[in-house]
T-cell receptor
Framework: DAMVIQNPRYQVTQFGKPVTLSCSQT?????MYWYQQKSSQAPKLLFH???????NEADTPDNFQSRRPNTSFCFLDIRSPGLGDAAMYLC???????????FGSGTRLTVV | EDKVVQSPLSLVVHEGDTVTLNCSYE??????LLWYKQEKKAPTFLFML????IEKKSGRLSSILDKKELSSILNITATQTGDSAIYLCAVELSGGYQKVTFGTGTKLQVIP
């Protein structure tokens, strides 16, 4: 089945140690998004790719970067994770933003 | 600033009850309103609403949009314990941004 897959499901990283989360999709959607969701809060958009064009939200910290080497894959890099970066990270895709979003199952990041 | 507000924030009902969840929005460049169900993982898509007054139904769930009132409701009839979840409302924006703004969600608990 076509889907959005995030790896790993759970990630524990040390304070300040770079970490990469991955997202892959078989939907051939041209738009990919990364959301951060903290406990009891709504998902917050960090950035998105429209095709190869990267779009950063104004309030996304510089600590967060992203790469999209091809249509199917997108990575979220956190250069120096802090305790406040512990959250669920959700990847989502859409076709031209035209119809709903398909979410991956998320990666829960713990920073110790 | 774009804003999506959901009410109530949380709700506890007994199995068999009918519930109505509310979502109101203040955004520029409205394109569509989306409802998601989020259990312990990523949000799953329920409905997309673009036209006022047209009810969308899926089993015991239904939703309708009122563009004049800038709001939407999600109804769940004959609730079951499996309906316990956070219900997220999101508004999709047009104008080239290809993104959604989420409400903080309504936490629904259905008790036997």
């Amino acid at each position: 089945d076509a889907m959005v897959i995030q790896n790993p499901r759970y990630q524990v990283t040390q304070f300040g140690k770079p970490v990469t989360l991955s997202c892959s999709q078989t939907l051939n959607h041209n738009v990919m998004y990364w959301y951060q969701q903290k406990s009891s809060q709504a998902p917050k958009l960090l950035f998105h790719y429209y095709d190869k064009d990267f779009n950063n939200e104004a309030d996304t910290p510089d600590n967060f970067q992203s790469r999209r080497p091809n249509t199917s894959f997108c990575f979220l890099d956190i250069r120096s994770p802090g305790l406040g970066d512990a959250a669920m990270y959700l990847c989502a895709t859409s076709r031209d933003g035209a119809y709903g979003y398909t979410f991956g199952s998320g990666t829960r990041l713990t920073v110790v | 600033e774009d804003k999506v507000v959901q009410s109530p924030l949380s709700l506890v009902v007994h199995e068999g009850d009918t519930v109505t969840l509310n979502c109101s929005y203040e955004v520029t460049n409205f394109r569509s309103l989306l409802w998601y169900k989020q259990e312990k993982k990523a949000p799953t898509f329920l409905f997309m609403l673009t036209s006022s007054g047209i009810e969308k139904k899926s089993g015991r769930l239904s939703s309708i949009l009122d563009k004049k009132e800038l709001s939407s409701i999600l109804n769940i009839t004959a609730t079951q314990t499996g309906d316990s979840a956070i219900y997220l409302c999101a508004v999709e924006l047009s104008g080239g941004y290809q993104k959604v703004t989420f409400g903080t969600g309504t936490k629904l608990q259905v008790i036997p």
